[in-house]
């Protein structure tokens, strides 16, 4: 099983309010990432990480925001949620310079913007 | 353009019977395809990996299989139990980009019933 930890697991919230995604691993993993997956649907990419201090947009547009201030840790934001906003958010991680790049997720975060 | 297209959509079968999953892609420059179980409201599990020279690959009772010239692969499951109900996610890796770009199918929900 993948060390890898996202928190809230669910989270039910009001339009307009700020929010932090958490995700953590302790594989040491230098890259990492976010992905958005809507009900029946494929996982889109919205955020990744090389490494610290390193973030880049994905193929998704979206209007979160992310840091990269230790290896381990690599939070989204969102600074007014929108009923739009409501999905779950994947957080995965995997080795820089791995044979196959393998993905680890987290279990992932159910969000809903009432 | 780079596609993953996976059928069927969902299936349902008996506890203890087989069945086969269906991923056909389009994504070049290939890298190496992946089969991924998710559970309901979890992050997605890897099965298996195969590159470019593997054409079978398994995992306990879970076969998957690439054709890499028809740009097709397979997941066989055997004597299915009913903790195998889930989404079944293929996904195709590519290298044409530093990232390594991964493009996700939409799944097969597989619903194994007693």
């Known amino acids: 099983e993948a060390d890898i930890y996202q928190t809230p697991r669910y989270l039910v919230i009001g339009t307009g309010k700020k929010i932090t995604l958490e995700c953590s691993q302790t594989?040491?993993?230098?890259?990492m990432y976010w992905y958005q997956q809507d009900p029946g649907m494929e996982l889109h990419l919205i955020h990744y990480?090389?490494?610290?201090?390193?973030?880049e947009k994905g193929d998704l547009s979206s209007e979160s925001t992310v840091s990269r201030i230790r290896t381990e840790h690599f939070p989204l934001t969102l600074e007014s949620a929108r009923p739009s906003h409501t999905s779950q958010y994947l957080c995965?991680?995997?080795?820089?310079?791995?044979?196959?790049?393998?993905?680890?997720f987290g279990p992932g975060t159910r969000l809903t913007v009432t | 353009k780079n596609q993953v297209e996976q059928s069927p959509q969902s299936l349902i079968i008996l506890e203890g019977k087989n069945c086969t999953l269906q991923?056909?892609?389009?994504?070049?420059?290939?890298?190496?395809l992946r089969w991924y179980k998710q559970d309901t409201g979890r992050g997605p599990v890897s099965l298996t990996i195969?590159?470019?020279?593997?054409n079978t690959k398994s995992n306990g009772r879970y076969t998957a299989t690439l054709d890499a010239d028809t740009k097709q692969s397979s997941l066989h499951i055997t004597a299915s139990q009913l903790s195998d109900s889930a989404s079944y996610i293929c996904?195709?890796?590519?290298?044409?980009?530093?990232?390594?770009?991964?493009?996700f199918g939409r799944g097969t929900q597989l619903t194994v019933w007693p």
């Open positions: 995965a991680s995997s080795e820089e310079g791995g044979k196959t790049d393998e993905q680890y």
């Open positions: 594989m040491g993993h230098d890259k």
């Open positions: 990480s090389y490494g610290v201090n390193s973030t």
């Open positions: 991923c056909n892609y389009t994504v070049s420059p290939f890298s190496n």
């Open positions: 195969m590159t470019f020279s593997e």
């Open positions: 996904v195709v890796s590519d290298r044409g980009s530093t990232l390594g770009r991964l493009y």
